[in-house]
């Protein structure tokens, strides 16, 4: 098992490493810092522009490998630059890199686990009402996109804000100059959190409940369940012991492709909670050929996808004796 | 077609589809038939809500909506249809390609993929959105198209992938089809109906992308509108003035809804195996019966039948099953024996509709509640299936499995269940019970899995045990051993026993009584020894006719005279036997044929005999892929399903391998009748065709380049008894008529020995004994083919109990090491019962394949006369 991880984790490396090249090599070629600085008013003189560029690491006139090459010796010692504005990357990284976090981890266990049973039980209800019902939200909600799910939201808090009774505050992740203690603080930042969450997390229940379902009819299908039950055991525990113990298998690589969306969702719904995590920095980083801040996100963003590809060979392999043993 | 039919009768794909026209008649006549341009400003209505002047109401700077909305729908739509369209061809070329060709193309495209899908798509085009400003729609629409393709083309390659390995394609090759026509022909149709679903499933999965990216200004750049920029814009003005943000976000959700029920429905319609293509769910209802069965029956079924929707496929079945008897039910292939045996123990799936009564001693099983049920299965009716591989649960250990059997009906501990689950492994006679209790279903042999499905079965002492098909899945020296260690079982625990299986031979060796099935229906019941030798029903009497027998006699032909068609001595062939997906190494190498001598003169038919893995089948490709060998040759598959391509008509198939030589096809109508077919069928598809059929199609696809010499893989092994002697008659046939030479292999002895003038058996991908039939099958030299020989059930219950039966111990060995000496020697009861002196010579010297008697070769040190088996 050790050797199979071992091996992924190596390939990993490698796609990571790529994938760094290439979005330095794009961010570059398509963003024009110094545009940003000639735009500036007063215009600075183009000597001042050229040395300021030069600082950041990011004057076009220097060989893009010499600037990648510079950019890169920093980045193995853990310093990704400066920003546009001269602040350090790696402070920006810090501050925003907790909030998107929280909101990864949070819309991903949220939309897998209830994914996952809410599936399991639309299978085992097949034919019933409840069943259909599950079906027909599901396909709403894998119709609309996170952006206007976000979006719908929040016009929908606000009215009942505003209308019926008001229920919770939900820009940014706390209300500013809060008082009270702990517990007031705690319940504040639930409260942010909800609608952020809901909104990651209701597309991603809706995809990997279909798949959870479709899986799981196989296994109902299988031999093996047939077995299960045919030694007396209650049909109840067949189905999660048997049935969907198995029919988690293959749901592992629906997680690594699910995971893609999660965090572009997550991204999306950032921006429009006025959440200031990565998603947020990234996009006020290309409006502003921030070339530097632009390819911290994409590290950030290969590197969670990465590590939730990792986490899905792991989930594999621990699921799977098959695997384990190859 | 019926696919068509299912398709359309779908009310949620009408929905859709009615959807989906009536958003492009919006799209594309709206701004047509709108007074107003999308752009233009109306100073005198600002904010203004719906109105006869404008439909949908005004903006805030007083543009109308309802030409804003129909505008920006049109340009979703376009730009959904060419991404769409745009990934999916990058998608089947990259993923087509990738599979097909292999080696280097699919690693780099297959590193491509992963590496965009690390890129999240949207930060690629948001970081190039700078520099695509004014470059219109086109260039945003084809670069989502290229960030959007790699799902879809992993999905290509996989089904390319598994396309490459059926038997139609591989076919092709041997018939010297070329690559791009196998492509073009034979891979592409098939994979299109994927494409077809995919396609229309990407159309809303690109609207959804591009109205994210224009809603955040990265995508469609104003002044030009799209769905997701007019959503922006409507965002704040959304509770004020809901006309400005809900005709967008409304017509947004209904066409990506639209979009995926049509989607669902194509796939629906294009998979026979959806569950839109499934009966509904069916009832259960218990019949009651006139009197009780009588005190000695442990098992009754009465007037049972069971539907799957309209279709029959038991129909009013009753036998009842006595105190420590067994019960054979035998039948071809959709007899309704499996479905008898499932619905006694309440296993049917929930689309079954089922009525009867099966009582097992007082207790109705038909209609019974769960508890009932529980208490029944495992405990007082144990059950042994087919397919032994797939019936564990492959994430369990053997030995968790069958203590939870144990536990199920007993308040063992954990510790005592298992204690006992080695106990009952270890009397099912698998070695080291301890350390295999620990291992998986997937790390035992076929014949191990079994002898645990026997241990479970018997671990809670059930009075009855329902053994379905137990040894149909396993090579016949296995398959003598499994049925040894079932009727050992059912005589210790005193169980009676239902055995099912299609099997004459294992049915005359096992049964007390025999209940024969056709068509759901029981035709014939009685004595195992009346209704084998008095048969009364006509059924029965064709069956029995049907099964070759091993000791059938048969005439000799005519010895064949001249250069042999094919020859090869020490023939070897390894695969490299690698692991991992991305980086492939080598950890080992299949050693799958190591030493076959063969030949096949002009006329003459060799049957090649082997167990599973014993490299008959490789033994086939590497002769045809021998030089000069495929213009004289050509090739029936076993299996006639896959070897036919689903999508080209019949006639197209068997002038295939005319076309692949440039001839003329013009013989082909000949060919139908040639082979008991009619010409006028010729533009039917393989799936019209039953199994008998399809593999008259593939004979005469075979003849249709006039060949000399004819290799068949298991021709009739897919296929029932009855079917089978139909095909084994016309190859009789042909072969007299058109002076044709078979290779024809067989695990089957019996079928082998019906048809071969001369015999070659095969051990672990060595040639081991070599003769005419008569002799080798009559008179064998090597241990292993007395024991094969043995091992064959002979369909006469008179004969196959008072023969010898000569037992081999364990499993053949892996291919995957290299063996010195000879490879037998683990199993040999030879070498088991020779001197230490004498094993030294089969432990290090590998014995050749040499004549011990004129025209028999035998490849051992210690050969010696065997006993005759009729
Ligand atoms: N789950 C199912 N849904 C629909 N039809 C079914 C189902 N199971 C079995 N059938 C049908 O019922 C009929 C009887 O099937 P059954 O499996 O009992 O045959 P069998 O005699 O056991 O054949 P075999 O020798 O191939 O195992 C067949 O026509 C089969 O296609
Ligand atoms: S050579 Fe030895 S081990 Fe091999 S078959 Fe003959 S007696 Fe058995
Ligand atoms: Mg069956």
């Not at chain 1, 760094?20 to 183009?46: D, W």
């Not at chain 2, 903006?59 to 959904?80: E, M, P, W």
Request: glycine share 10%.
């Amino acid at each position: 098992m050790l050797g199979y991880l071992g091996r992924r984790a190596g390939y990993y490396v490698v796609l990571l490493l790529t994938a760094v090249f290439i979005s330095y090599a794009l961010a570059t070629a398509s963003m024009n810092p110094r545009a940003y600085f000639e735009g500036r008013r007063p215009q600075p003189p183009a000597a001042m522009v050229d040395a300021q560029l030069t600082e950041l690491g990011i004057n076009d006139k220097v060989p893009f490998l010499e600037r990648f090459g510079t950019w890169a010796g920093h980045a193995v010692t853990g310093d990704l630059g400066r920003t546009i504005d001269d602040t350090s990357v790696n402070d920006e990284f810090g501050r925003r890199i907790g909030v998107s976090l929280r909101l990864l981890i949070l819309g991903t266990l949220v939309g897998t686990v209830v994914g996952v049973l809410a599936g399991a039980w639309g299978a085992i209800r097949q034919y019933r009402f409840s069943d259909r019902a599950v079906t027909v939200v599901s396909f709403v909600l894998l119709s609309t996109p996170v952006f206007l799910l976000a979006t719908l939201l929040k016009i929908g808090t606000t009215w009942l804000n505003d209308n019926v009774v008001h229920l919770i505050d939900f820009t940014g992740e706390t209300t500013p100059g809060l008082q009270g203690g702990f517990l007031v603080h705690l319940g504040d930042r639930a409260a942010h959190l909800l609608l952020p969450t809901l909104s990651i997390a209701l597309g991603t229940i809706a995809a990997y409940s279909r798949y959870q379902r479709a899986t799981m009819l196989d296994v109902l299908a299988s031999d093996y369940l047939r077995t299960a039950l045919a030694k007396g055991i209650h049909p109840r525990t067949a189905m999660l012991r048997h049935g969907l113990r198995t029919a988690l298998v293959p749901m592992t690589t629906f997680f690594a492709f699910g995971f893609l969306g999660i965090f572009t969702g997550a991204a999306f719904t950032e921006r429009i909670f006025g959440w200031h995590g990565m998603g947020d920095w990234f996009m006020n980083a290309v409006n502003r050929n921030d070339v530097n801040s632009v390819v911290a996100v994409n590290l950030f963003a290969a590197v969670v996808i990465l590590l939730s590809g990792f986490v899905a060979d792991v989930l594999l392999a621990v699921l799977d004796p098959r695997v384990r043993n190859a | 077609m019926i696919t068509f039919r299912r398709f359309v009768s779908s009310k949620g794909v009408l929905i859709g589809a009615l959807v989906i026209v009536l958003l492009f008649l919006l799209g594309f006549l709206g701004p047509v038939i709108s007074p107003w341009t999308p752009t233009q400003v109306d100073y005198l209505s600002i904010r203004s809500a719906p109105s006869a002047a404008h439909w949908w109401g005004t903006n805030r700077i007083g543009q109308d909506v309802f030409a804003q909305t129909t505008y920006g729908l049109r340009k979703s739509l376009i730009i959904g249809l060419v991404v769409a369209l745009f990934s999916t061809v990058l998608a089947s070329l990259a993923g087509a390609a990738a599979g097909y060709l292999g080696g280097w193309t699919d690693r780099v495209l297959r590193f491509c993929i992963d590496l965009l899908l690390i890129f999240p798509g949207f930060l690629v085009i948001s970081m190039v959105s700078t520099r695509l400003k004014g470059a219109g729609w086109l260039v945003f629409a084809l670069l989502l198209g290229v960030l959007g393709w790699m799902i879809s083309a992993r999905i290509v390659r996989s089904m390319t992938l598994s396309l490459k390995e059926r038997d139609f394609v591989r076919a092709a090759e041997l018939m010297g089809v070329r690559r791009s026509r196998i492509i073009a022909r034979h891979i592409l149709p098939n994979v299109a109906s994927f494409l077809i679903i995919d396609t229309t499933i990407a159309v809303g999965g690109a609207v959804m992308s591009e109205t994210a990216l224009s809603y955040f200004g990265f995508g469609v750049q104003p002044p030009d509108v799209s769905l997701g920029t007019l959503i922006a814009d409507g965002t704040e003005a959304a509770i004020g003035y809901p006309w400005m943000f809900y005709f967008a976000a409304g017509l947004l959700i209904v066409f990506v809804l639209a979009v995926s029920l049509v989607g669902d429905g194509l796939r629906d319609a294009l998979d026979p195996t959806s569950e839109a293509a499934r009966p509904k769910r069916g009832t259960v209802t218990a019949l009651p019966r006139a009197e009780a069965p009588p005190a000695d029956v442990v098992l009754s079924v009465r007037d049972l039948s069971v539907r799957f929707g309209d279709a029959v496929a038991v129909d009013s079945v009753s036998w009842d099953l006595r105190r420590g008897e067994v019960l054979g039910v035998v039948g071809e292939s959709g007899s309704g024996k499996s479905v008898t045996a499932l619905a006694a123990m309440g296993l049917l799936p929930a689309t079954a509709t089922v009525e009867g009564s099966v009582r097992l001693g007082d207790t109705e099983l038909i209609g019974a509640g769960v508890r009932t049920l529980m208490e029944v299965r495992g405990a007082r009716v144990a059950m042994v299936f087919q397919d032994p591989l797939s019936a564990f649960t492959p994430v369990y250990r053997i030995g968790v499995q069958i203590a939870e059997a144990l536990r199920a009906h007993t308040d063992l501990s954990r510790e005592e269940a298992h204690a006992r689950a080695v106990e009952l492994l270890r009397s099912v006679g698998i070695p080291e019970p301890e350390r295999r209790a620990e291992s998986y279903p997937h790390e035992f042999s076929g014949g191990m899995r079994q002898r645990a499905m026997i241990a479970m079965a018997i671990a809670n002492d059930p009075d009855v045990i329902l053994a379905d098909e137990p040894t149909t899945a396993l090579d016949v020296t296995v398959q003598a051993q499994v049925l040894d260690l079932l009727r050992k079982a059912q005589r210790e625990t005193g169980a009676a026993m239902v055995l099912v299986s299609h099997d004459l031979g294992v049915i005359a060796g096992i049964a007390d009584r025999v209940a024969v099935m056709n068509k759901g229906v029981v035709v014939e019941e009685g004595t195992v020894e009346e209704v084998f030798a008095r048969p009364k029903e006509p059924y029965t009497k064709d069956l029995l006719a049907a099964v070759p027998r091993l000791d059938a006699v048969v005439e000799p032909r005519e010895p064949a005279r001249g250069a042999p068609l094919v020859e090869v001595t020490g023939l070897t062939k390894t695969f490299p036997l690698t692991r991992g997906s991305a980086f492939k190494r080598r950890v080992g190498t299949v050693y799958a044929v190591s030493g076959v001598d063969l030949a096949v003169r002009p006329g003459e038919t060799l049957g090649l005999v082997g167990e599973s893995g014993s490299g008959k089948t490789t033994t086939l490709f590497e002769i045809m892929r021998m030089p000069g060998v495929a213009e004289d040759a050509q090739v029936v598959f076993q299996d006639p399903m896959s070897s036919l391509d689903p999508r080209m008509t019949v006639g197209e198939i068997i002038a295939e391998p005319l076309r692949a030589r440039g001839l003329p096809v013009d013989g082909v109508p000949e060919l139908f009748g040639q082979v008991g077919l009619q010409a006028e069928h010729a533009s039917r598809f393989p799936h019209q065709f039953s199994g008998g059929q399809r593999q008259r199609i593939g004979i005469a696809r075979a003849l249709s380049v006039r060949p000399k010499l004819v290799v068949l893989d298991e021709p009739v092994s897919a296929l029932d008894v009855t079917v089978q002697a139909g095909i084994l008659d016309l190859l009789v046939r042909l072969r007299d008529e058109l002076g044709l030479a078979y290779l024809f292999v067989s695990h089957d002895l019996a079928v082998v020995r019906q048809i071969s003038d001369r015999v070659s058996v095969m051990y672990l991908g060595r040639t081991v004994e070599t003769g005419d039939t008569a002799t080798v099958l009559g008179e064998p030299l090597h241990p292993y083919t007395r024991a094969l020989i043995s091992a064959v059930p002979i369909p006469d219950p008179a004969v196959e109990r008072t023969r010898e039966h000569l037992l081999l111990p364990g499993d053949p060995p892996s291919p995957f090491e290299r063996h010195q000496g000879c490879a037998f020697r683990g199993r040999c009861p030879v070498y088991a019962a020779l001197g230490a002196g004498d094993r030294q010579r089969c432990e290090t010297v590998p014995p050749a394949h040499e004549e011990r008697r004129p025209g028999h070769l035998v490849a051992c040190h210690f050969a010696q006369d065997g006993v005759s088996t009729s």
